[in-house]
């Protein structure tokens, strides 16, 4: 979908090409579907852009951001927290008996924990 340049307003009365080469017939007020799509959309993005910065603020302090490193060997590594706590039955069994051994030690240990 096109989209109008940020600074040129939407007009609600337009004129043909036939005015350009010098007729002077005009349409009457309506646009066309796409302009008036448009049109509806910026009326509408006005309208509620108070309430979308509000709710971008908020998100932006309820979510945290993924920690992000630069480039290249001098920069630092940062790693996600681990977001699961618990291991399952079908974890024990559908894993390598290394795996499971390790699975079972940090439930031992207390690490993690263990859900039927």
């Not at 007009?11 to 090409?17: G, I, R, V």
């Not at 681990?82 to 894993?95: A, E, F, K």
């Amino acid at each position: 979908m096109a989209r109008t340049r940020r600074g040129t307003p939407a007009k609600t009365d337009t004129t043909t090409q036939a005015q350009t080469e010098g007729r002077k017939t005009k349409r009457t007020g309506k646009l066309s579907t796409a302009e008036a799509r448009r049109e509806y959309q910026r009326r509408y993005y006005q309208m509620h852009k108070e309430k979308a910065k509000e709710y971008q603020r908020q998100y932006n302090l309820t979510h945290k951001k993924k920690a992000r490193g630069g480039r290249g060997r001098a920069s630092f590594v940062a790693p996600r927290e681990v977001v699961r706590s618990t291991y399952n039955t079908t974890d024990i069994m559908h894993s390598p008996v290394e795996k499971t051994i390790r699975i079972l030690e940090k439930i031992i240990r207390g690490e993690r924990f263990f859900t039927m």
